[in-house]
């Protein structure tokens, strides 16, 4: 029996099937729904887990390559968000572009996992290094 680090069967499935250059969403509870791509919803209630809980929980095994995230996210959120962000990434670089560019990258990730995240524009594309 697992008894620490990632426990939730469906979301070690998920991480076990990205390799090399491949891309997993971080969404936030508002994100639209992509029916092409693997989704493990792991939101209970509101911003139950974070975004930045679920990074933090992966990214112990999980190479980061860069970061992808909306510019509206810049300009909705104050800097010691940003920051909070930052911090978390292991100096893998972190790419702002238009959301509507953003998720124009969604299709071909991996899965996308569904968190309770409120903050507005918390949206995620993370790249395997």
Do not use: C
Request: no cysteine.
């Amino acid at each position: 029996m697992l008894y620490k680090g990632i426990l939730n069967p469906a979301l070690l499935e998920l991480l076990a099937r990205i390799r090399h250059t491949n891309t997993l969403v971080i969404a936030d509870r508002g994100f639209p729904y992509w029916p092409q791509i693997q989704t493990v919803d792991l939101s209970l209630v509101d911003d139950v887990p974070t975004v930045l809980q679920v990074l933090d929980a992966i990214r112990g095994n999980f190479k980061i390559g860069r970061v992808f995230a909306a510019d509206e996210f810049k300009k909705n959120n104050d800097v010691a968000r940003l920051h909070a962000l930052t911090s978390r990434l292991d100096g893998a670089p972190l790419v702002f572009e238009p959301h509507v560019e953003f998720k124009k990258r969604v299709p071909s990730a991996i899965g996308l996992i569904r968190t309770g995240d409120t903050v507005q524009y918390a949206n995620l594309i993370i790249e395997s290094a």
